[in-house]
Every structure is written in structure tokens, then in C-alpha cells.
């Protein structure tokens, strides 16, 4: 069935008049912008056929319900479906998956992406710390359901991969594959050194908790002074600074990053606490989201979004990674020093990937 038939039926699930439905885009998701009769604005979201649990998609929205009541976030709210149900189930011959959609209220505003300024980072900053604090106290319903966000394949999300010698075996192979040997090698070596920090941090609500984890300048909108965030389609359970090195690590390319840099954290420490050890271990969540969004370019190469450039973009991440490893990174320097139980799997595959080729 073609996408304008998918959004006609999964709209007719809705009590909600329609007057014109207009494709907005199409990478991952298909959403569309839905103008009801009466002139209201929403969002239709027909998930990837990936997203094929409808228990995970559910919880998402039941977290968004839950931020649309709190004064001060602005996000998208869900509407129910004529029976209820904040997710609505076709089928569709062209897919083995059910396929999941869910309609939103349009959130108003402007992308600032091409003029930010460290006065919208301030407020992002403030906004991440808020959307932090609701989601550490705030009482998950019963059957809530998402993955952990900081799987080593984001394409593999939700079979709860983490980073286990089998995960990172097949994404150092990947990567050599695809790259050189050597490109293998150095995958295999930020594997070691996230591993490292995750261990230490752990899963302590202090550090950990329900995050966006998507956060980036495509995803938050300005209005009248007032931020606005969509797209949670990616939270899930992850570290507090994961979200904040998202944010940081889409704006690096930027002239002015420092300004931005100091301005997102400090909004963000007018809320919550941040320390210095903690703000040093942003660079590794960082080397982290670059080395997820490499696998996703890599996993998708053949869309047309990325066939002509998905090269380029993989040498730009890898000699990013490279640095990484070459800097020292303050006050973790114990941390590096730990090395996961099935190190010398990893490193035999190192070994593999340098010295005997793809």
C-alpha cells in the first residue's frame, strides 16, 4: 500500500475530522502534517517497520501523556484512537510487521538550527534538566517497555544488545568490512573505553533513568521565547548524560560550539547538579552517540538519503574516534585502565582485523 493509503486508514482510526493530510518526511518514521476541518494541526507518525512492538511504542506515548501535564515542557500530545488506544495496529500486505502509527498535537514554533545562539542552548539546558526530573520521579505505569538506549547498534535496538562480546564482535566486523582493518581496530578500542565507564557508573538513579535520547537541534523548536521537543521515538533507559552529550555532540561542527557548550550546561545546572568529574565523561558519551550513528549511516547506506555520502561520513566519524582515543580525558584515567571480562575476545578480534584483514 503507498504511504498516502497507510495515513488515510490509520486516520480513520481517529475521531478527528480531516480536512488535508501533507507528507513531511520520510528517513526512518513517515510522518504527516494533518490539518483537521476546524484548522487544528496534528502529527501522524507511521513507525519504521522495525518498531514492531506495539508495547514499546505505547510506552513512549504514555510518557509523553504524562510530560504534556507538566507546566513548562512542551511536547507533543498524544491523542487516543476510537477505541481508546494511544497506538493504532494495521496491517499491510507489503510487510511481515504490523505496522504501528500513532497521532500527535502539532507543536508550533521554528527551528533555530541555523541561527542558535547560546541563549536557546540556555534553554535547552533548563528544558533537558526539567524532562530529567520528571522522569526520575515520575511512576512508570505497569508493562512499561523500553529499550536500553546505549546498545552498540542502534539498528539492533530493541533486542536489548548491549555490550557483550558477541554485540561488539559483529561491530568491529562491520566496521572492517565496510572500512579498513585498522578502522576495525580503533572500533574496537572506543568499545573497550565506553564499556569502561559504563561499568563505573552503573545504573544508580543518580546517573541513570528514562532519557530522550535524541536530543538535538532538529528536535527542539522555538516560540514567543518558549522551547518545545519532539520526537521521543528514541527514549528509553539510559544515562543523565547521554541526552546532554546528544545535544553537544550535533553542534560540534559549529564556530561559536564553546558558547553553546558553556550555555546548554549552564541551563542545565540551573535545575541539576552536574559536576566536574561528571561533565569529563561527556567526551566518551559523545565518542558513543558518534559510533551509534555511524552503524545507523553504515546499516543504511542504500537509503538515497545516504548512498552518495555514507562514505564520507564514515572516514569524517572514524578520524573523530581516532582523536578521541589520542586525548586524555580528565579524571578518568582510572576508568580506562578497566577492561570488560571478555577483553581478550576483543582483542584477538583487534588483532584479527589488523594484522589479517576483512
Not at 562514505?311 to 579524571?331: D, H, I, T, Y
Request: charged share 25%; with cysteine; aromatic share 10%.
Amino acid at each position: 500500500m503507498s504511504r498516502a493509503g497507510l495515513a488515510r486508514r490509520a486516520l480513520e482510526a481517529y475521531a478527528v475530522p480531516i480536512a488535508r493530510v501533507v507528507p513531511l518526511k520520510h528517513v526512518y518514521n513517515m510522518t504527516f502534517r494533518v490539518v483537521g476541518e476546524t484548522s487544528e494541526w496534528y502529527v501522524l507518525r507511521i513507525s519504521h517497520p522495525r518498531r514492531a512492538r506495539a508495547d514499546v511504542v505505547r510506552s513512549e506515548l504514555l510518557w509523553l501523556a504524562a510530560l504534556s501535564h507538566e507546566d513548562g515542557l512542551r511536547v507533543p500530545d498524544p491523542l487516543r484512537n476510537k477505541e481508546g488506544e494511544y497506538v493504532t495496529v494495521l496491517s499491510d500486505a507489503a510487510s511481515p510487521q504490523p505496522v504501528l502509527c500513532a497521532l500527535f498535537r502539532w507543536i508550533p514554533g521554528r527551528f533555530a538550527s541555523r541561527s542558535l545562539c547560546p541563549a536557546h542552548l540556555r534553554r535547552v539546558g533548563a528544558f533537558t534538566a526539567h524532562l530529567h526530573d520528571h522522569a526520575a520521579s515520575w511512576e512508570r505505569p505497569a508493562g512499561f517497555v523500553r529499550p536500553r538506549v546505549e546498545a552498540l547498534d542502534p539498528l539492533h535496538q530493541e533486542r536489548e544488545e548491549g555490550f557483550d562480546a558477541a554485540a561488539a564482535a559483529r561491530v568491529v566486523r562491520a566496521i572492517a568490512r565496510v572500512g579498513t582493518p585498522e578502522d576495525g581496530a580503533v572500533v574496537a578500542a572506543v568499545i573497550q573505553r565506553v564499556w569502561a565507564l559504563l561499568q563505573e557508573l552503573g545504573d544508580r538513579p543518580a546517573d541513570f533513568g528514562l532519557i530522550h535520547a535524541d536530543l538535538h537541534q532538529w528536535n527542539y523548536l522555538f516560540r514567543r521565547g518558549e522551547i518545545g521537543v519532539i520526537d521521543f521515538d528514541d527514549c528509553g533507559f539510559g544515562h543523565w548524560l547521554y541526552d546532554l552529550a546528544v545535544t553537544l555532540y550535533c553542534l560540534e561542527d559549529r564556530p561559536d560550539y564553546t558558547a553553546l557548550e558553556e550555555a546548554f550546561l549552564a541551563g542545565y545546572r540551573e535545575r541539576r547538579s552536574l559536576s566536574s568529574p561528571q561533565e569529563a565523561h561527556l567526551q566518551t558519551f559523545i565518542a558513543l552517540r558518534r559510533l551509534q550513528d555511524l552503524l545507523w549511516v553504515i546499516g543504511e547506506r542504500d537509503h538515497p538519503a545516504f548512498r552518495d555520502r555514507w562514505q564520507s561520513v564514515m572516514r569524517s566519524a572514524l578520524e573523530s574516534l581516532r582523536a578521541f582515543l589520542n586525548q586524555r580525558v580528565k579524571g578518568s584515567d582510572a576508568v580506562l585502565n578497566v577492561k570488560p571480562p571478555w577483553c581478550s575476545d576483543l582483542d584477538r578480534i583487534r588483532r584479527n582485523c589488523r594484522w589479517h584483514g576483512k
